[in-house]
Nanobody
Framework: QVQLVESGGGLVQPGGSLRLSCAAS????????MGWYREAPGKQRELVAT???????KYADSAKGRFTISRDNAKNTVYVQMNNLKPEDTAVYYC????????????????WGQGTQVTISS
């Protein structure tokens, strides 16, 4: 009933930039926190950045100074601008959102997108 769809992934050279988007759709009552996570091969899924409904942000140390998370509440969309990308940023990036829906009985639950591949390579 609720779907999160990421876009903007792809192949980019070291030092390049990408902007990822994630739009939530469905019968949604409200969205609280939203965020981006990534999963490299053989590694645990890790936090990249999160943002509250009011715009408070948190970043992984690896993302600090290079990535910027933002959101458009009217569009139920979260973004992450990723600059000065490095090979170690290569991973599948997942969108996450804390969403209350009819199906969740109005309780906020975590939802995940399908992921989008980001590859940093020369």
């Amino acid at each position: 009933q609720v779907q999160l769809v990421e876009s903007g992934g792809g192949l980019v050279q070291p030092g390049g930039s990408l902007r990822l988007s994630c739009a939530a759709s469905g019968i949604i009552f409200s969205i609280n926190g939203m965020g981006w996570y990534r999963e490299a091969p053989g590694k645990q899924r890790e936090l990249v950045a999160t943002i509250t409904r009011n715009g408070d942000t948190k970043y992984a140390d690896s993302a600090k100074g290079r990535f910027t998370i933002s959101r458009d509440n009217a569009k139920n969309t979260v973004y992450v601008q990723m600059n000065n990308l490095k090979p170690e940023d290569t991973a599948v990036y997942y969108c996450n959102a804390d969403i209350a829906t009819i199906a969740t009985m109005g309780v906020f639950r975590g939802f995940w997108g399908q992921g989008t591949q980001v590859t940093i390579s020369s």
